[in-house]
């Protein structure tokens, strides 16, 4: 689909910042999956994603930061969230995922939360 | 001036079992939903159910083979809006319920019960019938009652 756009910015030597744009579901999901893949490989556990431009999100979404969560914090990382949309949000807090990501209003906030850690 | 109902109103999809065309079943939920006069939030609440099926569909039931089809049907009549999703591929158990630690999502997220939890959540009814070796046949509704008052229908 046209409407998905992914982008990373590293931060210093352990940080990425992954920018998701458009709509994210079943389909989009994978591409999502290998950004997130290439940033631990690349030993960058340290992970925020913007979703100040993110539509739209299904389960399958929240399926893939899921599926690195615990490999992240075991090195020492995590990954945090900043700038959900009301509607992002909403899917987040019905699944209960607020509890297990901690998720900030922007990203100079989330990234100090993400250093410190 | 003159008032009427919207007119009842049925609209039928065969979709072939790839993520790919998800985006066209939103894009025409959207659209009914909508000309059916929820507001944008219900109607991206809908839009999220039917995506949860249909991905169920073509993860669960049909194991991502792509050779098949999804039928879709949409109906609007004056209380509210019915989407029946038929799918001939194997049968799964719905009645997942996610429970809120981290080993349980994970197993919930790849059986598909995250998906439809929320189908239930943001829906009023989600019925599953499964006939084995058949068809599995999920129908869901949301009604345009809210609060006990009756939404304004304009068309």
């Given at each position: ?27 989009t999901a ?88 | ?80 809006l019915t ?73």
């Amino acid at each position: 689909m046209a409407d998905f756009e992914i982008k990373t910015r590293e931060d210093g030597p352990a940080t990425s910042i992954i920018y998701v744009k458009g709509f994210l579901d079943a389909h989009t999901a994978p591409r999502f999956e290998e950004a997130l893949q290439k940033s631990i490989d690349s030993q960058r556990y340290h992970i925020l994603v913007n979703f100040q431009d993110l539509n739209y999100i299904s389960s399958a979404g929240l399926g893939v930061l899921m599926g690195f969560i615990e490999e992240v914090r075991e090195a020492g990382g995590d990954i945090v969230l900043a700038n959900l949309t009301p509607r992002v949000f909403k899917v987040f807090d019905l699944l209960g995922f607020t509890n297990l990501y901690r998720i900030f209003d922007n990203e100079t906030e989330a990234l100090e939360a993400l250093n410190s850690k | 001036m003159e008032t009427t109902n919207l007119p009842e109103s049925e609209i039928h999809l065969k979709v072939p079992s790839e993520t790919t065309y998800l985006d066209l079943i939103r894009m025409s939920v959207t659209k009914v939903a909508e000309d059916a006069g929820f507001s944008p939030e219900e109607v991206n609440d809908i839009a999220i159910a039917v995506d949860e099926a249909c991905t169920n569909v073509i993860k669960h039931a049909y194991n991502q083979q792509t050779n098949q089809n999804i039928d879709v049907v949409l109906k609007v009549d004056y209380q509210k809006l019915t989407i029946i999703i038929v799918d001939r591929g194997q049968s799964f158990d719905p009645n997942a319920v996610p429970l809120p630690n981290m080993d349980q999502y994970i197993e919930e997220l790849r059986v598909g019960g995250l998906g439809i939890y929320l189908m239930k959540t943001l829906m009023d009814e989600v019925d599953y019938e499964i006939e084995p070796g058949v068809q599995n046949r999920v129908k869901m509704v949301k009604y345009f009652m809210d609060d006990g008052k009756l939404k304004s229908v304009e068309h």
